[in-house]
């Protein structure tokens, strides 16, 4: 099974990356509908998509208006995802008649507990993340592999959420910020660098991919991650249109 990055920055696209979006297209599972989502149309296998929402910030959603072209060559149809608290964002305010005059066709699953119920039966965990207004991340666990996305918080090593991704063999954990920039963190929720290291570490992952980095940054290594190798060393950023083997 593959993983694609379709979008790898937060807060705004530049001239390298589109805001969030990973999929998996074997599964028909989308992570989050920022404007990367257009790039998932040339990627569809299935005749059913899930999208997985882990928040309703606009660079997480945006996407969903895109989905007239995304799928204007296939038949298929869609399961959007989201907390149940964050519904009405997506019904009564994006898709505001003044903002998107006619929304694309797909079915809104909220979802209020730890299990998510996917279209092909399978079932995914949703991690609450502290961020304001809320977020999710997501685990998947198959026979051989497992992977954990975690986007749109600031990592501690005693946050509850590193419990739960213990031992996976992928995670895609956000990494906004470098070091050094940790008021900036809190205060708008996300990552910086050796934090983000040292909870892949406590956790044990078997190899960690940073996204949701900041697109004020447009350099092919966005973060110093030779500084961190002594707390863990197997992270690296991936780009746009990158492909993994899970």
């Not at 966005?222 to 190798?229: F, G």
Request: proline content about 5%.
């Amino acid at each position: 099974m593959k993983l694609h990055f379709l979008g790898t920055t937060g807060y705004h696209p530049n001239n390298l990356r589109q805001t969030a979006c990973l999929m998996l297209p074997e599964m028909g599972v989308i992570l989050d509908a920022g404007t990367g989502l257009f790039r998932a149309s040339d990627l569809i296998e299935t005749k059913h998509l899930d999208i997985l929402l882990s928040h309703t910030h606009l660079d997480h959603v945006i996407g969903l208006t895109f989905l007239y072209d995304v799928l204007h060559s296939h038949e298929v149809t869609v399961t959007v995802h989201v907390a149940s608290d964050k519904v009405s964002t997506i019904e009564n305010h994006l898709f505001d008649p003044l903002l998107f005059p006619v929304r694309p066709n797909f079915t809104i699953q909220a979802f209020e507990d730890e299990t998510i119920r996917l279209h092909d039966g399978s079932e995914v965990r949703a991690i609450p993340l502290q961020h304001p207004g809320g977020s999710h991340g997501f685990r998947f666990d198959w026979e051989t592999s497992s992977l954990a996305y975690i986007t749109d918080t600031t990592a501690r090593v005693e946050a509850p959420y590193v419990d739960q991704i213990q031992g996976v063999t992928t995670l895609i954990h956000e990494c906004y910020f470098a070091d050094g920039q940790e008021e900036k963190a809190e205060l708008t929720g996300h990552s910086c660098l050796t934090p983000v290291a040292q909870v892949a570490a406590r956790a044990g992952v078997e190899r960690a991919f940073l996204v949701h980095v900041n697109p004020l940054n447009e350099s092919d290594e966005p973060l110093n991650l030779a500084s961190v190798e002594s707390i863990y060393g197997n992270l690296a950023v991936p780009f746009d249109g990158q492909a993994i083997d899970l």
